[in-house]
Protein backbone atom coordinates (compact mmCIF):
# COMPACT_ATOMS: atom_id res chain seq x y z
CA UNK A 1 0.00 0.00 0.00
CA UNK A 2 1.08 3.59 -1.20
CA UNK A 3 2.62 5.86 1.51
CA UNK A 4 1.65 9.58 1.37
CA UNK A 5 4.50 12.50 2.13
CA UNK A 6 3.33 14.36 5.23
CA UNK A 7 3.34 18.13 3.78
CA UNK A 8 2.37 17.47 0.11
CA UNK A 9 0.66 14.06 0.03
CA UNK A 10 2.94 12.93 -2.53
CA UNK A 11 2.16 9.00 -2.98
CA UNK A 12 5.52 7.04 -2.04
CA UNK A 13 5.99 3.63 -3.98
CA UNK A 14 6.06 0.44 -1.43
CA UNK A 15 9.35 -1.04 -0.93
CA UNK A 16 10.16 -4.03 -2.99
CA UNK A 17 7.49 -2.96 -5.25
CA UNK A 18 7.63 -4.08 -9.39
CA UNK A 19 8.23 -1.72 -11.73
CA UNK A 20 5.39 -0.87 -13.00
CA UNK A 21 4.23 0.09 -9.56
CA UNK A 22 6.82 2.74 -9.38
CA UNK A 23 6.21 3.88 -12.65
CA UNK A 24 2.24 4.48 -12.16
CA UNK A 25 3.40 6.41 -8.64
CA UNK A 26 6.12 8.25 -10.30
CA UNK A 27 4.09 9.41 -12.88
CA UNK A 28 1.13 10.40 -9.92
CA UNK A 29 3.52 12.29 -8.14
CA UNK A 30 5.31 14.69 -11.06
CA UNK A 31 1.26 15.42 -11.65
CA UNK A 32 0.67 15.99 -8.39
CA UNK A 33 3.60 18.58 -8.44
CA UNK A 34 3.28 20.04 -11.35
CA UNK A 35 -0.13 20.74 -10.41
CA UNK A 36 0.93 22.03 -6.83
CA UNK A 37 3.59 24.15 -8.12
CA UNK A 38 1.03 25.72 -10.49
CA UNK A 39 -1.52 26.15 -7.72
CA UNK A 40 1.80 27.82 -5.46
CA UNK A 41 2.81 30.15 -8.13
CA UNK A 42 -0.80 31.39 -8.85
CA UNK A 43 -1.06 31.86 -5.00
CA UNK A 44 2.02 33.94 -5.20
CA UNK A 45 0.92 35.91 -7.94
CA UNK A 46 -2.26 36.72 -6.34
CA UNK A 47 -0.86 37.47 -3.35
CA UNK A 48 1.93 39.84 -4.48
CA UNK A 49 -0.88 41.23 -6.59
CA UNK A 50 -2.39 42.10 -3.11
CA UNK A 51 0.97 43.50 -2.21
CA UNK A 52 1.91 45.46 -5.06
CA UNK A 53 -0.80 46.17 -7.02
CA UNK A 54 -0.88 48.14 -9.94
CA UNK A 55 0.14 51.73 -9.30
CA UNK A 56 2.64 50.57 -6.59
CA UNK A 57 6.21 51.69 -5.99
CA UNK A 58 9.33 49.56 -5.53
CA UNK A 59 12.31 50.90 -4.55
CA UNK A 60 15.38 49.19 -4.45
CA UNK A 61 19.38 49.37 -4.49
CA UNK A 62 19.43 46.90 -7.35
CA UNK A 63 19.08 48.38 -10.81
CA UNK A 64 16.99 44.82 -11.00
CA UNK A 65 13.27 45.06 -12.83
CA UNK A 66 11.52 43.53 -10.18
CA UNK A 67 8.64 42.08 -12.81
CA UNK A 68 10.89 39.04 -12.87
CA UNK A 69 10.63 38.57 -9.10
CA UNK A 70 7.16 39.88 -8.73
CA UNK A 71 5.39 39.73 -11.46
CA UNK A 72 3.30 42.09 -13.23
CA UNK A 73 4.55 45.17 -15.31
CA UNK A 74 7.37 47.87 -13.86
CA UNK A 75 8.82 50.73 -15.22
CA UNK A 76 11.64 52.87 -13.79
CA UNK A 77 9.91 56.12 -11.66
CA UNK A 78 10.77 59.73 -10.49
CA UNK A 79 14.54 60.08 -11.21
CA UNK A 80 16.06 62.83 -9.11
CA UNK A 81 13.16 63.05 -7.38
CA UNK A 82 12.05 62.62 -3.96
CA UNK A 83 8.42 61.08 -2.72
CA UNK A 84 5.55 63.49 -0.72
CA UNK A 85 2.86 62.22 0.99
CA UNK A 86 -0.60 63.42 -1.13
CA UNK A 87 -2.67 65.70 0.85
CA UNK A 88 -2.19 69.54 1.98
CA UNK A 89 0.39 70.37 4.02
CA UNK A 90 2.67 73.35 5.13
CA UNK A 91 -0.13 75.38 2.60
CA UNK A 92 0.79 73.03 -0.32
CA UNK A 93 -1.74 71.03 -1.82
CA UNK A 94 -0.18 67.61 -3.59
CA UNK A 95 -1.63 65.07 -5.92
CA UNK A 96 -1.12 61.98 -6.83
CA UNK A 97 2.56 62.01 -9.33
CA UNK A 98 2.02 66.03 -9.28
CA UNK A 99 6.05 67.58 -9.56
CA UNK A 100 7.16 70.68 -7.59
CA UNK A 101 10.14 72.37 -6.41
CA UNK A 102 13.14 73.31 -8.18
CA UNK A 103 17.02 72.27 -7.22
CA UNK A 104 18.03 75.73 -7.79
CA UNK A 105 16.52 78.69 -6.80
CA UNK A 106 17.13 82.30 -7.32
CA UNK A 107 15.00 84.60 -4.85
CA UNK A 108 13.27 86.98 -5.72
CA UNK A 109 12.41 90.67 -4.04
CA UNK A 110 9.32 89.05 -2.50
CA UNK A 111 11.00 85.97 -1.34
CA UNK A 112 13.83 87.95 0.22
CA UNK A 113 13.90 87.83 4.43
CA UNK A 114 12.52 91.42 5.50
CA UNK A 115 15.80 92.67 7.19
CA UNK A 116 17.62 96.21 7.24
CA UNK A 117 21.39 97.55 6.95
CA UNK A 118 22.57 99.33 10.19
CA UNK A 119 25.31 101.14 8.08
CA UNK A 120 23.29 104.17 7.89
CA UNK A 121 23.56 106.88 8.66
CA UNK A 122 27.01 106.91 9.86
CA UNK A 123 28.74 109.79 11.65
CA UNK A 124 32.67 110.04 10.84
CA UNK A 125 35.19 110.15 13.50
CA UNK A 126 36.59 113.10 14.99
CA UNK A 127 39.27 114.59 12.95
CA UNK A 128 40.69 117.84 11.36
CA UNK A 129 42.18 118.76 14.88
CA UNK A 130 44.74 121.04 13.38
CA UNK A 131 47.00 124.09 14.17
CA UNK A 132 48.89 126.93 12.59
CA UNK A 133 52.51 128.18 13.27
CA UNK A 134 53.00 131.55 12.94
CA UNK A 135 56.15 132.99 11.40
CA UNK A 136 58.20 135.30 10.63
CA UNK A 137 59.57 136.01 14.22
CA UNK A 138 59.01 139.57 14.07
CA UNK A 139 56.51 142.07 12.32
CA UNK A 140 55.58 145.58 11.69
CA UNK A 141 52.11 147.23 12.79
CA UNK A 142 50.42 148.88 10.56
CA UNK A 143 51.35 152.71 10.51
CA UNK A 144 48.82 154.95 13.13
CA UNK A 145 49.43 157.86 15.52
CA UNK A 146 49.55 160.95 12.92
CA UNK A 147 47.74 164.08 14.77
CA UNK A 148 47.46 167.34 14.64
CA UNK A 149 47.11 170.10 17.30
CA UNK A 150 44.41 172.96 17.91
CA UNK A 151 46.28 176.29 18.30
CA UNK A 152 43.59 178.20 20.70
CA UNK A 153 45.36 181.44 20.90
CA UNK A 154 49.35 181.93 21.75
CA UNK A 155 50.64 184.54 22.32
CA UNK A 156 54.35 184.46 21.67
CA UNK A 157 56.89 186.01 24.01
CA UNK A 158 58.14 189.89 23.51
CA UNK A 159 60.73 190.72 20.81
CA UNK A 160 61.93 192.68 18.26
CA UNK A 161 63.48 195.43 20.10
CA UNK A 162 66.18 197.20 17.64
CA UNK A 163 68.41 200.23 16.69
CA UNK A 164 68.87 201.42 13.31
CA UNK A 165 72.37 203.68 12.27
CA UNK A 166 71.64 206.64 10.91
CA UNK A 167 74.81 208.39 8.80
CA UNK A 168 73.75 211.72 8.34
CA UNK A 169 74.49 214.40 6.46
CA UNK A 170 74.99 218.77 7.67
CA UNK A 171 74.65 221.81 6.13
CA UNK A 172 77.40 224.27 6.25
CA UNK A 173 76.17 228.10 5.61
CA UNK A 174 78.84 230.95 4.97
CA UNK A 175 77.83 234.48 4.54
CA UNK A 176 79.84 235.79 1.65
CA UNK A 177 78.59 238.93 -0.50
CA UNK A 178 75.57 239.45 1.30
CA UNK A 179 74.57 236.00 0.40
CA UNK A 180 74.24 232.51 1.75
CA UNK A 181 76.15 230.17 0.36
CA UNK A 182 74.72 226.58 1.51
CA UNK A 183 77.25 223.69 1.16
CA UNK A 184 75.90 219.80 1.72
CA UNK A 185 78.18 217.98 3.01
CA UNK A 186 78.22 214.07 2.93
CA UNK A 187 79.58 211.93 5.24
CA UNK A 188 81.12 208.85 3.59
CA UNK A 189 81.82 207.12 6.30
CA UNK A 190 79.09 207.38 8.64
CA UNK A 191 81.48 209.03 11.22
CA UNK A 192 79.38 211.57 11.51
CA UNK A 193 76.65 209.16 12.06
CA UNK A 194 74.46 208.21 15.13
CA UNK A 195 72.30 205.62 16.20
CA UNK A 196 68.45 205.81 17.17
CA UNK A 197 66.84 204.78 20.66
CA UNK A 198 66.20 200.94 20.90
CA UNK A 199 62.60 200.34 19.61
CA UNK A 200 60.13 197.52 18.00
CA UNK A 201 59.73 195.58 21.04
CA UNK A 202 56.09 193.36 20.58
CA UNK A 203 54.36 190.17 20.73
CA UNK A 204 52.46 188.60 17.51
CA UNK A 205 49.06 186.20 18.93
CA UNK A 206 49.15 182.63 16.97
CA UNK A 207 45.59 180.68 16.02
CA UNK A 208 44.74 177.85 13.81
CA UNK A 209 46.09 174.26 13.96
CA UNK A 210 49.26 172.61 13.54
CA UNK A 211 50.51 170.31 10.65
CA UNK A 212 49.57 166.86 10.88
CA UNK A 213 52.41 164.29 12.36
CA UNK A 214 53.33 162.21 14.60
CA UNK A 215 52.25 159.03 12.44
CA UNK A 216 54.57 155.78 13.31
CA UNK A 217 54.52 152.17 13.07
CA UNK A 218 56.55 149.62 15.62
CA UNK A 219 58.23 146.72 14.94
CA UNK A 220 57.68 143.68 17.18
CA UNK A 221 59.97 141.21 17.95
CA UNK A 222 57.84 137.97 18.06
CA UNK A 223 59.31 134.24 18.77
CA UNK A 224 57.26 131.93 16.37
CA UNK A 225 54.77 130.52 18.01
CA UNK A 226 52.24 127.90 17.25
CA UNK A 227 48.33 128.24 17.81
CA UNK A 228 46.57 126.51 20.27
CA UNK A 229 44.53 123.01 18.33
CA UNK A 230 41.25 123.95 17.33
CA UNK A 231 39.19 122.64 13.93
CA UNK A 232 37.99 119.28 15.61
CA UNK A 233 34.52 118.08 14.06
CA UNK A 234 32.96 115.18 12.21
CA UNK A 235 30.32 114.33 9.36
CA UNK A 236 27.06 112.88 9.22
CA UNK A 237 27.61 110.51 6.25
CA UNK A 238 24.12 109.80 4.36
CA UNK A 239 23.29 107.78 1.38
CA UNK A 240 22.70 104.08 0.77
CA UNK A 241 24.64 100.95 0.86
CA UNK A 242 25.85 99.86 -2.10
CA UNK A 243 25.01 96.50 -4.19
CA UNK A 244 26.16 93.06 -2.51
CA UNK A 245 26.18 89.93 -3.84
CA UNK A 246 26.28 88.01 -7.54
CA UNK A 247 22.42 87.35 -7.69
CA UNK A 248 23.01 84.00 -8.58
CA UNK A 249 20.65 80.83 -7.80
CA UNK A 250 21.66 78.89 -4.57
CA UNK A 251 20.82 75.07 -4.25
CA UNK A 252 17.74 73.96 -2.67
CA UNK A 253 18.17 70.60 -2.99
CA UNK A 254 17.52 68.74 0.89
CA UNK A 255 19.75 66.04 2.03
CA UNK A 256 18.47 62.89 0.04
CA UNK A 257 20.28 59.74 -1.00
CA UNK A 258 19.73 57.87 -4.42
CA UNK A 259 17.86 54.65 -5.17
CA UNK A 260 16.09 53.26 -7.46
CA UNK A 261 12.51 53.16 -8.16
CA UNK A 262 10.17 51.18 -9.66
CA UNK A 263 5.96 51.83 -10.41
CA UNK A 264 3.51 48.94 -11.50
CA UNK A 265 1.56 49.73 -14.47
CA UNK A 266 0.06 46.65 -15.23
Known amino acids: MATPTTNYGFQKPEDGGDNNTWGLFLNSNWDAVDAQLKATNETVAALLGVIYPVGSLYTSTVDT ?9 WVAFGEGRVTVGVGTADGLAWAAE ?13 EMPDHTHDAWPLTTSDTGNHTHTVDPASATTSSHG ?5 VGSYKAAQGGNHNHRVTQGFISVNEANDGIVVDVLRVA ?5 TTTTESGTHAHVLTGTSSSGGSHTHTIDLPSTTTAAKGTHRHTVSGSVDNAGGGNSH ?3 QPSIGVYMWKRTA
Open 65 to 73: NPAAALGGT
Open 98 to 110: QERGEADVTLTWG
Open 146 to 150: GHTHG
Open 189 to 193: DGSQG
Open 251 to 253: TNV
